[in-house]
C-alpha cells in the first residue's frame, strides 16, 4: 500500500479533524456537526486482531474508521466467533448512552488493521442531545449494522458457500476500498462458520477463474464484478444505498439540487488500494495489516 508522510515530506500536517475526514461519516456532517466533535477527536494505528471491546462489555468510544476494517463478531466456542456485521470507512460503531441499554452483545475486532478516529461514547451523547445531524449519525449507522445482521442470518440459511465467500470477500474490499485483502483463509472460514478446507477449495475455484490471487495471508481481487458475480444477492442487498456514508449525505443535498444526491452510484465506487486521488493517502496501514503511522485526510465516501 502506498503511503506518505507529510512531516517527513514537509507537506503540511492534516489537524486531528481533517484526518477524520478520511471517514465518511465524518465527511458527510455539516461544518457545525464536525465542530462539536473536534475537541474529542483523536485517532491512532490499531492492528489486525486488536478487540475494541470485549462481549459484554459498554464501549467506551465511538469509532470511526479511516482505514483498515472492524468486525463485529459472536463467539460460539473457544477460539471461534462469527461475523455478524462489519465497518469500514462508510460508517462508525459504539454508539449507546451508558443508561438503560444492555451491554454489548458482540465483540468487536479489528479485522484488518488501520487508523481509527473515536470519540468518547459520553461526549457524542452529550453533543447529540443539542444536536439532530448527529442523533441522525446515530440511527443510520445502527441501521446499517441492523441490516447485515438480518441479511446474514439470512444469508447463512439458504445460501451456498461459494457464494457467501464471496459476498464476504468484496464486501471487506468495499469497506477497506482495496482490492488488496489481507485476512487468511482461515479468518475468512472463521467469520462465515465454514470449514477451512470449504474456504481453501473455494479460493482456488476463483483463482483458476481469474477472479481472485491468493497466497498466505493476502487475497488480491483480479475481477471486482465477477466477484459480484459470483457473490450471492446480499452482496446487491448490503450495497452502497444502504451505507451510512451515503445516507448522510443524500439528507444533507438539497431537494433542488438532484446532482448532489448520489443514489448510491459515485465515481469513487473504485477501490483506490491505498492511494487517494487528492495525492494524500492513509497513512500507516501496511499491507499485513499493521498500521504504524496517522491518517491524512484522502478522498473520503
Known sequence: MVTRD???????????????CAN?????????????????????????GHVLW?????????????????SLVVPVKPGVALEVGNVGREGAVGFHDGSAELPAFAQAVMRVGGIVAHVPVREFAAAGRIDEELRRVEAMCRGWLLAQAQQSAVCNAVHSAD??????????ADATRSDVVPVTQEVAAEMLGLRRTTVTLIAQNLQTAGIIRYRRGVI???NREALRGAACTCCHQLGRVRWPSELLKEAAAPASDPSART?????QDAPTNGVSTHGASINGATSNGAATGSAATGDPY
Open 163 to 172: 457464494a457467501r465467500f464471496s459476498r464476504w470477500l468484496s464486501r471487506v
Open 263 to 267: 443514489n448510491g452510484a459515485s465515481t
Open 54 to 70: 470485549e462481549r459484554g462489555e459498554w464501549p467506551e468510544r465511538i469509532y470511526f474508521p479511516l482505514s483498515g476494517m472492524i
Open 6 to 20: 507529510f512531516r517527513a515530506s514537509g507537506g503540511p500536517v492534516p489537524s486531528r479533524l481533517e484526518r477524520a
Open 24 to 48: 465518511g461519516v465524518v465527511a458527510a456532517l455539516s461544518a457545525d456537526a464536525r465542530a462539536r466533535l473536534a475537541p474529542w477527536l483523536r485517532d491512532r494505528p490499531y492492528r489486525e
Open 220 to 222: 488480491t481481487i483480479v
